[in-house]
């Protein structure tokens, strides 16, 4: 079965610190990992995305971070401002199938002033 | 505008009634998706679409019906609307990326 699995289930973190979202899948054939940013009453917004043949990846304050041995990815976020506290879902597809995006469960991220 | 929006945003309707979400996406991508939040469930496929006339079951498809008769539309509708079926969905795209729409709340009394 797909699975992708997402911890913590709520963060708090302090302006200025260091959010850490950590998931892990099953499915080898997964190629492509996403982490995806919600905010109330909208819909999911890619934030940044990383493929397996590249251990890490950063965008602005945001970095990836992939382990294809233990078949883990995470997301940092540095310098955590109360506008990132939103919901964030990491999720993997395989483009060699039907690009369904398997999500984790979400982490509800809250920066603290 | 470019973009894939969903109507209603808004809706509540009675048990057993057949209700139609709708979803439209201006970018001709192949691949679209329906998809429904839940509360410790996040997000849950339930159908997809590779082109027209092409669809498939997602993970939880039951009580769910879905059509794609042009590249651009792809309508889901509850044929008998329970109240497990309360929840937000989420239509989505994938050109390079997915692209979701803003959400459809739906409340079943």
């Known amino acids: 079965q797909q699975q992708v699995k997402q911890s913590p289930q709520s963060l708090i973190v302090q302006k200025g610190g260091i959010s850490i979202i950590n998931c892990a899948y099953e499915?080898?054939?997964?190629?492509?990992f996403p982490w995806y940013q919600q905010f109330p009453g909208k819909g999911p917004a890619l934030l940044i995305a990383i493929r397996p043949d590249v251990s890490e990846k950063k965008e602005g304050r945001f970095t990836i971070s992939f382990n294809k041995s233990a078949k883990q990815f995470s997301l940092h976020i540095m310098d955590s401002q109360p506008g990132d506290s939103a919901t964030y879902f990491c999720?993997?597809?395989?483009?060699?199938?039907?690009?369904?995006?398997?999500f984790g469960k979400g982490t509800k991220l809250s920066v603290i002033p | 505008d470019a973009g894939i929006t969903q109507s209603p945003r808004y809706k509540i309707t009675e048990t057993g009634r057949q209700v139609t979400l709708m979803c439209h996406q201006t970018?001709?991508?192949?691949?679209m998706f329906w998809y429904r939040q839940d509360l410790g469930h996040g997000l849950r496929l339930i159908y997809y679409?590779?082109?027209?006339?092409?669809?498939d079951k997602g993970e939880v498809p039951d009580g769910y019906v879905v059509s794609r008769s042009k590249t651009e539309n792809f309508p889901l509708t509850l044929e008998s609307a329970t109240r497990s079926q309360t929840s937000v969905y989420f239509c989505?795209?994938?050109?390079?990326?997915?692209?979701f729409g803003q959400g459809t709340r739906l409340t079943v009394v």
């Open positions: 999720a993997a597809y395989s483009g060699a199938g039907s690009y369904q995006l398997t």
């Open positions: 499915n080898t054939a997964f190629d492509y």
């Open positions: 970018w001709s991508h192949s691949y």
């Open positions: 679409s590779a082109a027209a006339d092409i669809t």
């Open positions: 989505a795209s994938i050109g390079t990326e997915a692209f």
